[in-house]
């Protein structure tokens, strides 16, 4: 699979792509497919639709990988708090985190109870190409401790702040909970199918980089370190959204750093490449138009050069209104500029 190969350094005949958020809404064919389920939460738990979901992107993009259908939100889901997905407004959890007991509650059998992803998984094993990679995925433990606390998205993240300034010991007894259940849902995933994990870090950029290390990279890498001594083979991808400004301290037990579009991918080569491959970043509002693409990937070409360990993505993940043709113009645009 060139998508492993490059998580591993290894030779490649060009940079394998694929793209956060290639299931959506931009294609028709999802539509379609969500439509047929009751709610979003309905959409992740039906395996049928979320592997039909997954596949789209392989079928229609020919991308290198595809990145199974799902929600971070699950894992609190099915630890007992109650999640809806709100139409123009995302999700909201009406009943978030604020005492100890409220952390005790707390399944601690999570893992056992996502047997629907674990289905998803195989389904699209199964069906998928046997050069095409299967990406499973996890929100790290602060990204979803701040969804729980907070009761949906934020700005400011300023009730999750406080608990780390404030009580800073149990904002670490909730994610010492969420790191034993990602690290047992990823586990799960890889032997469900998956060819290699992610780890979305996605509100790292909320923290200062004291605090950062503290409440966020400490338990993300916790996490990667066992996935590594349990599942050796498998490839861990963290994407630090965020994190940009803290690459020469970034270190742990994971083959692939996933750059956000904030931060610049020469400064993420020069302080990473030596250790780690590297995943990203073009801006993805350069998908709006075919010149923006061609300008976005050869200054990517320019950075990476020929080198192996590098996977083409997007910075942040795909918007509904994108083109289908431009980004199957991307796609085969980037091929044919980091062909070796």
Same mark, same amino acid.
């Given at each position: 699979m060139i998508f492993i190969d490059a998580c591993f350094k290894k030779p490649t005949p060009t940079a394998p792509i694929w793209l956060m958020r290639q299931a959506g809404r931009y294609l028709s064919e999802y539509r379609a497919t969500r439509a047929k389920a009751k709610n979003f939460i309905d959409f992740c738990r039906r395996s049928d639709l979320a592997a039909e979901a997954t596949l789209q992107p392989i079928d229609i993009l020919d991308a290198d990988a595809a990145i199974m259908f799902s929600d971070i939100l699950v894992v609190p889901l099915e630890m007992g708090i109650q999640v809806e997905f709100v139409e123009k407004t995302g999700p909201v959890l009406p009943s978030p985190i604020r005492t100890e007991s409220d952390i005790d509650r707390l399944a601690d059998d999570s893992a056992d109870r996502l047997e629907y992803v674990y289905e998803t998984l195989k389904i699209t094993r199964r069906a998928l190409a046997a050069d095409k990679a299967l990406i499973g995925f996890a929100g790290s433990p602060w990204t979803l401790a701040t969804y729980m606390i907070e009761g949906g998205g934020s700005k400011n993240y300023a009730i999750a702040k406080k608990m780390a300034y404030s009580n800073p010991d +149990? $904002?670490?007894?909730? +994610?010492?909970?969420? *790191?034993? %259940?990602?690290?047992? &849902? $990823?586990? /799960?995933?890889?032997?469900? #199918?998956?060819?290699?994990?992610?780890?979305?870090?996605?509100?790292? #950029?909320?923290?200062?980089? *004291?605090?950062?290390?503290?409440?966020?990279?400490? &338990?993300?890498?916790?996490? %990667?370190? /066992?996935?590594? *001594?349990? /599942?050796?083979?498998?490839?861990? @991808? @963290?994407?630090?959204? #965020?994190a940009g400004g803290y690459l020469e301290a970034i270190d742990g037990a994971f083959e692939v750093f996933g750059a956000d579009w904030n931060t610049p991918m020469e400064r993420a080569k020069s302080a990473l490449f030596d250790r780690y491959a590297l995943q990203g970043n073009m801006e993805p509002a350069r998908l709006y138009d075919k010149k923006a693409i061609e300008i976005g990937a050869r200054e990517l070409a320019r950075i990476m050069g020929k080198e192996n360990g590098y996977i083409f993505n997007l910075g942040h993940g795909m918007q509904p209104d994108f083109s289908l043709d431009n980004v199957k113009f991307l796609i085969d645009f980037v091929r044919q500029i980091f062909a070796r």
């Open positions: +149990l $904002l670490h007894k909730l +994610l010492r909970k969420l *790191s034993v %259940a990602i690290g047992d &849902y $990823l586990l /799960r995933q890889i032997d469900a #199918g998956a060819d290699a994990v992610q780890i979305f870090d996605s509100w790292g #950029g909320a923290l200062e980089k *004291s605090a950062f290390f503290e409440f966020d990279w400490r &338990y993300t890498t916790q996490i %990667a370190d /066992r996935v590594k *001594s349990e /599942r050796p083979n498998t490839p861990v @991808i @963290i994407f630090g959204k #965020g």
